[in-house]
């Protein structure tokens, strides 16, 4: 199926912003390249975020299915639950979310809009259990007469990854208007989903940059691999001829910190360095990550002051209420 006739709701407000962040440059010195910030905080649903455009396939694919509910899963202060909670309120459906709290359960932030959005909440202690958990709820409620459809963790399928695909499109004009070539793009990287997307939509559109995943959670099993086997599925999905390896996937594991979710310093510096240069703000467990590895890269002469580069900023903000003042004790 080609990308134009792939059944798709209108979630977000497209296309988002590319800003050039030339105070945040300014604060990183004369070796900064130019920084572009693809603002897909902005996407418009429910306080934005990468998901946006994932879930305008897979909601598309649940109203084919003939589904009144959308079951996904995730860590308590999961984007990808809020964001599914939200397109299923916009879509006329119910939702059912299960959700981990190793990080803790406050109702606070993500957690919080989950229950606005009016989804069915339910709380399972740690990441292994979420699966089963999910099962058990997709059974209770097609036994009151509902029809389930199961999201995958962050959307991270085929027909989700679809959305990034087409944002390498929107990406391609907004670059061609403004002039630039960038040599890299960087991506906050969980479950991969985005970045198989840009992968796949960078080979589409010829990009000249590298799509460099950063890493939010240390891997079980090799990312690259996992990355490339859905980039091959996307293409596969899209009737493109293109195919991947683990070769083509970039991931830079080394900003995770000490494990999901867990704030680092290059991560809240990254936060009080672009809230103070630019009014823009990250979060604590992917996007500040991303950012820090971007920053690294420039501080170490990784990225040539002379080029570009393009931040994609996948969202996220709302988990910032969650951490509280701890992002300014341990800033
Ligand atoms: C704010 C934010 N950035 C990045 C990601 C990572 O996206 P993916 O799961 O597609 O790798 C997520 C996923 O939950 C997210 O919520």
Not at 153 to 160: D, L, R
Not at 314 to 324: I, K, N, Q, V, Y
């Amino acid at each position: 199926m080609a990308l134009a006739t792939m059944p798709r709701v209108s979630l977000c407000a497209l296309p988002t912003p590319l800003q050039r962040v030339r105070n945040f440059e300014q604060a990183l010195g004369s070796d900064s390249p130019r920084i572009y910030v693809k603002r897909d905080d902005l996407t418009g649903l429910a306080m934005g975020g990468n998901k946006a455009r994932k879930l305008e396939y897979l909601v598309a694919d649940a109203v084919v299915a003939g589904a009144t509910v959308l079951i996904t899963e995730g860590a308590v202060q999961s984007n990808h639950a809020r964001m599914t909670a939200a397109a299923a309120a916009a879509a006329g459906m119910k939702s059912a979310l299960v959700l981990d709290t190793r990080n803790g359960d406050a109702v606070a932030g993500n957690l919080l809009l989950d229950h606005l959005f009016g989804a069915e909440v339910h709380l399972v202690a740690e990441p292994a259990e979420r699966a089963e958990k999910m099962l058990a709820v997709a059974k209770a409620l097609s036994e009151r007469g509902e029809t389930p459809y199961l999201v995958p963790t962050g959307g991270s399928v085929p027909i989700g990854a679809t959305g990034y695909v087409r944002a390498s499109l929107e990406l391609a004009d907004q670059l061609v208007e403004a002039g630039e070539a960038p040599v890299r793009l960087y991506a906050a990287s969980g479950s991969l989903g985005t970045q198989a997307g840009l992968i796949v939509g960078a080979a589409m559109v010829s990009a000249t940059y590298e799509v460099h995943g950063v890493a939010v959670s240390h891997a079980s099993s090799p990312m690259e691999e996992r990355c490339a086997a859905l980039c091959d599925e996307t293409a596969a999905l899209l009737g493109l001829r293109q195919r991947f390896s683990a070769k083509d996937v970039i991931l830079h594991p080394q900003f995770v910190g000490e494990a999901y979710g867990i704030r680092t310093k290059g991560g809240l510096e990254a936060i009080r360095l672009l809230a103070q240069t630019e009014g823009i703000l990250l979060d604590p467990v992917y996007s500040a990550k991303a950012m820090s590895g971007l920053i690294a890269h420039v501080r170490d002469h990784t990225i040539r002051a002379d080029d570009a580069v393009v931040f994609l900023h996948t969202g996220g903000s709302p988990a910032l209420f969650a951490h509280g003042e701890a992002l300014l004790v341990e800033a």
